[in-house]
C-alpha cells in the first residue's frame, strides 16, 4: 500500500499542471481578446465617437454631388482626421451624396459619427431668414438670396410677376409690402417662387377679413395701409405714437392734403441719415417724394410690422394735420391740428437744430 502513495501525487500533479495550462491558455484568449478589441475601437471607434468638431460649421451640399465634393467643403471647417473619419463611415452606409442636396449645421462637439448621421439623413437644417427694416427690396433682394440657394435674379424675377402678386393685392411696385417683419424658417434648397409663397401665407394671415375691413372702412387698402406704416416706422420709434401718426397720414389723405412726409424725402434720396431735410431736397425729383407728389407713394420704403399696422387700424380718431419732432430731441412729436400751431412747433425745433449746429 505504501509503494502505491507517490505513484496517486504523481497523478494529482499531473492533473493540476494541465488545469493550470488550461487556465493560462484561457486567460491568454482572454488577453488576446481584449487587444483585438481595444485595437478595433482606437482604429475604427474611436475616431467615430471621440473625435469631435471644434466648431460649428453649416455644410452645404449642392445637386449631384460627388465625394469628392463633400469632402472638399469638410475640409475648409475642420482637420483632415475628423472629414477622413465621417466619409469613412459614409462609405460603409453607402451614401450617395448626389441624393443629399440640401444644408446641414454641424453644432461644436459633434462626433464624426453623429455628423456622418447628419449629412447622410437628408433631413436638412433650416436656414433662419430675419426680415427686419430693410430700407429698399434690391437690398431685402441681396441679403435674403446670400442664405439661399438661388441666386438674386430669381427673387427679382418672381417679385416682377404682375399675375403672382395679384393673388396678395400686390404690385411690383409695392412687393416690398409682403415682407413682415419676422424670422422665417426655410430649407436652403426651397426655391424663390416657394420661399415668396410661404412669406405670402404670413402675409395672408396679418391680412384678415375684419382687417381688411377695417382698412376698407379708413379709405384704405392692405397695400395702402402697409404704405403709411413703412413711413409711420421711419418717423418713429416711440410705440405710442405710431397710431397717432397714422392715423394723422390718413387724415391729409382724406383731406387731399399731400402727405409731406420727411422720411420719403430720405428715400427718394437714398440717405437716411439726414437730420434736417433743407428746401433744396423737397424738390428732389422722385414719385416717393411727398412733397411733390399727391397721394401715396408708390411702395413701401420700408418694411414694417405687424405690430405697426395693427396700431394704425386700431387708432383713435383726432384732427391732427401736422406734426413736428420736439425739440428735445427724445424722438417724439408734437401734434398740431392747425398750421399756426404747427408752425409755432416747428420754429422751435429748428431753434434747437441750431443750437446744436446741425445743418443736415
Same mark, same amino acid.
Given at each position: ?13 499531473? @492533473? ?14 482572454? #488577453? ?6 481595444? *485595437? ?17 460649421? +453649416? ?5 449631384? !454631388? ?34 443629399? %442636396?440640401? =444644408?446641414? +449645421? ?16 437628408? !433631413? ?16 431685402? &433682394? ?42 422665417? $424658417? ?25 382687417? *381688411? =375691413?377695417?382698412?376698407?372702412? #379708413? ?11 413703412? &413711413? ?8 405710442? $405714437?405710431?397710431? *397717432?401718426?397714422?392715423?394723422?397720414? /390718413?387724415?391729409? #389723405? ?22 434736417? /431735410? ?7 425729383? =422722385? ?24 396700431? &394704425? ?23 398740431? @391740428?392747425?398750421?399756426?400751431? %404747427? ?18
Amino acid at each position: 500500500m505504501e509503494e502505491n502513495k507517490p505513484e496517486r501525487r504523481s497523478r494529482k500533479d499531473r @492533473s493540476s499542471v494541465i488545469g493550470s495550462t488550461r487556465t493560462g491558455r484561457m486567460m491568454l484568449y482572454i #488577453l488576446l481578446g481584449l487587444a483585438v478589441c481595444i *485595437t478595433v475601437f482606437m482604429a475604427v471607434l474611436y475616431p467615430m465617437v471621440m473625435i469631435t468638431s471644434d466648431k460649428e460649421a +453649416t455644410i452645404r451640399i449642392p445637386a449631384n !454631388a460627388t465625394e469628392q465634393t463633400v469632402r472638399d467643403t469638410l475640409n475648409k471647417y475642420f482637420d483632415r482626421d475628423y472629414t477622413n473619419s465621417i466619409l469613412r463611415m459614409s462609405k460603409l452606409r453607402r451614401v450617395n451624396f448626389a441624393t443629399r %442636396h440640401g =444644408s446641414y +449645421t454641424i453644432p461644436e462637439g459633434t462626433n464624426a459619427l453623429g455628423a456622418m448621421r447628419k449629412l447622410t439623413s437628408g !433631413a436638412q437644417t433650416p436656414v433662419r431668414v430675419t426680415i427686419n427694416g430693410f430700407r429698399s427690396l434690391p437690398l431685402l &433682394i441681396d441679403r435674403v438670396s446670400r442664405k439661399m440657394e438661388f441666386p438674386a435674379d430669381s427673387l427679382t424675377a418672381v417679385l416682377n410677376d404682375r399675375p403672382f402678386l395679384a393673388q396678395y393685392g400686390l404690385t411690383p411696385e409695392n412687393a416690398m409690402a409682403l415682407f413682415i417683419d419676422d424670422t422665417y $424658417e426655410f430649407y436652403w434648397t426651397t426655391s424663390a417662387r416657394d420661399m415668396v409663397k410661404k412669406i405670402g401665407e404670413n402675409y395672408q394671415f396679418l391680412w384678415t377679413d375684419a382687417r *381688411t =375691413s377695417r382698412a376698407a372702412e #379708413l379709405g384704405l387698402t392692405p397695400a395702402g395701409v402697409m404704405i403709411i406704416a413703412s &413711413i409711420v416706422d421711419e418717423e418713429t420709434n416711440d410705440r405710442d $405714437e405710431k397710431g *397717432t401718426i397714422g392715423r394723422l397720414y /390718413i387724415n391729409r #389723405l382724406n383731406s387731399n392734403m399731400r402727405l409731406q412726409a420727411d422720411p420719403t424725402v430720405r428715400f427718394a434720396l437714398g440717405d437716411f441719415t439726414i437730420q434736417r /431735410i433743407t428746401n433744396a431736397d423737397l424738390k428732389k425729383e =422722385s414719385p416717393y417724394n411727398t412733397y411733390l407728389h399727391d397721394g401715396l407713394p408708390p411702395g413701401p420704403i420700408r418694411t414694417t410690422s405687424d405690430d405697426t399696422v395693427k396700431r &394704425i387700424l386700431d387708432s383713435e380718431p383726432s384732427n391732427y394735420l401736422y406734426m413736428c419732432a420736439k425739440e428735445d430731441f427724445s424722438g417724439s412729436h408734437n401734434f398740431a @391740428s392747425t398750421y399756426s400751431e %404747427h408752425i409755432e412747433n416747428a420754429i422751435r425745433y429748428q431753434a434747437a437744430l441750431d443750437r446744436q449746429g446741425i445743418k443736415r
